[in-house]
């Protein structure tokens, strides 16, 4: 029979102490019941672990192999204890986010640069990717929350709305329209558009707008990346229209006008079922609060 973590923390106990009694104070247990746990570890193993001289326990050859096994075991029980300490004060753990680079460069950095304060010991990793990707990074295990736009609902994850980002026009410097408050899709009638595709959420809304607004958009250059089509329009290339939570991180010396008629796409949380992590729930809830805060 095997022992137990009873008869190691016995065994250490009277090693440190030499002495019955003052392992049984250690342990807080009565004197009898602790020599009836190192006798019981004893016939376990099949052999003597201390002799008893002059009122003292003085261990055996056996013992004193054994000690250097069980003060590993205790370093590493002391091991989960920090760690679980960690986890609860959020000092530590692991967390992978993925997400789509618009939010990945926006919500999710600002909200990492606090977490990181937080939770030194943390180890965080970040997965960019399209935001149907993001729901299959969640739903396999290979994250443990997602971030992506007007998501397809997936019976597996849990998506839950946390925010809503309008449509905005991304003039360069200098542009005739860069003068009014807002842009029309009317305005952007047969134009060449650096743009998304309809297959895309953000370009679905954009078609969206135009439709409603009885103009048509003409895609000159067709992006899947808001950075790539805010260098375009640095470069001279035409207009964009991208939404306005992804511009805050690559358009700062660009005009952003907003879209109309207005348009938003919708910013989702992906989850499985189970309860996550308290590192993933207090990265959550951040990210849940800036969101309400800065996406509109």
Not at 92 to 106: D, F, I, K
Not at 249 to 271: K, M, N, Q, S
Request: contains cysteine; hydrophobic residues 45%; positive net charge.
């Amino acid at each position: 029979m095997s022992l137990t973590l009873r008869h190691i923390e016995v065994i250490r106990a009277v090693l440190q102490e030499g002495s019955v009694t003052g392992a049984a104070r250690l342990l807080a247990v009565s004197q009898p019941a602790l020599s009836r746990t190192l006798k019981n570890a004893e016939g376990r193993i099949g052999m003597l672990l201390f002799e008893r001289r002059g009122g003292r326990m003085s261990p055996t050859p056996e013992a004193l192999t054994l000690q250097r096994d069980i003060e590993r075991v205790y370093r590493e029980i002391e091991a989960v204890e920090r760690t679980s300490g960690d986890l609860r004060n959020l000092r530590g753990g692991r967390l992978s986010v993925a997400c789509n680079p618009s939010v990945a460069s926006t919500l999710v950095a600002t909200v990492l640069g606090q977490t990181s304060a937080l939770a030194p010991d943390a180890r965080v990793s970040i997965q960019t990717a399209l935001n149907y990707e993001v729901v299959e990074l969640v739903r396999t295990r290979s994250a443990d929350i997602g971030y992506a736009w007007d998501v397809p609902r997936q019976s597996e994850v849990v998506a839950t709305e946390i925010g809503r980002s309008r449509l905005v026009c991304l003039l360069p410097r200098g542009h005739a329209l860069a003068a009014r408050k807002s842009v029309s899709a009317k305005d952007l009638h047969g134009v060449p558009l650096i743009s998304f595709s309809s297959t895309l959420p953000i370009g679905f809304e954009t078609e969206s707008a135009f439709a409603e607004a009885g103009a048509t958009r003409r895609i000159g250059i067709e992006v899947g990346q808001t950075f790539v089509a805010a260098a375009l329009v640095r470069a001279g290339a035409g207009i964009a229209v991208v939404d306005q939570l992804s511009v805050r991180a690559v358009a700062d010396d660009l005009e952003v006008r907003p879209l109309l008629p207005r348009r938003a796409v919708r910013l989702y949380a992906i989850t499985r079922p189970e309860r996550p992590s308290l590192l993933a729930r207090q990265f959550a809830e951040r990210i849940a609060q800036m969101a309400r805060d800065t996406v509109r």
